[in-house]
């Protein structure tokens, strides 16, 4: 079995974390674990293929931006805002708040 890296909360960078949240896609995963909470990889309907969509949840894991664990065959994925909040105070809401207001007309949001 793998094992996934996850960076220590020192090492988070915000630039790390802008970089991962400045791709739609990884917004959108974002969004969901914001509102939602842990979901696995499987929860979500995004129309890609699904090694891309592993891409975008180890863009988001290494940055630090996400929490990835491991039960039976499912990852399971939430979102390190405790720890985002605490390097960065109000970074997390304020993109969250904004890309609420940014709809994407192509495709619909996953969070209603």
Do not use: W
Not at 33 to 49: N, R, T, W, Y
Not at 61 to 80: M, V
């Amino acid at each position: 079995m793998k094992l996934l890296c996850h960076p220590h909360p020192k090492d988070i960078s915000l630039a790390g974390v802008l970089y991962a949240l400045g791709d739609p896609i990884r917004l959108e995963i974002v969004k969901v674990l914001a509102v939602k909470g842990e979901q696995p990889c499987s929860g979500f309907d995004l129309g890609i293929a699904k090694s891309t969509m592993s891409h975008h949840f180890r863009v988001l894991r290494e940055s630090g931006a996400i929490y990835c664990r491991k039960e039976g065959t499912q990852h399971l994925n939430s979102l390190r805002r405790q720890e985002l909040d605490e390097l960065f105070p109000g970074l997390l809401d304020a993109i969250l708040q904004a890309a609420s207001k940014m709809r994407s007309p192509q495709k619909k949001s996953l969070v209603s």
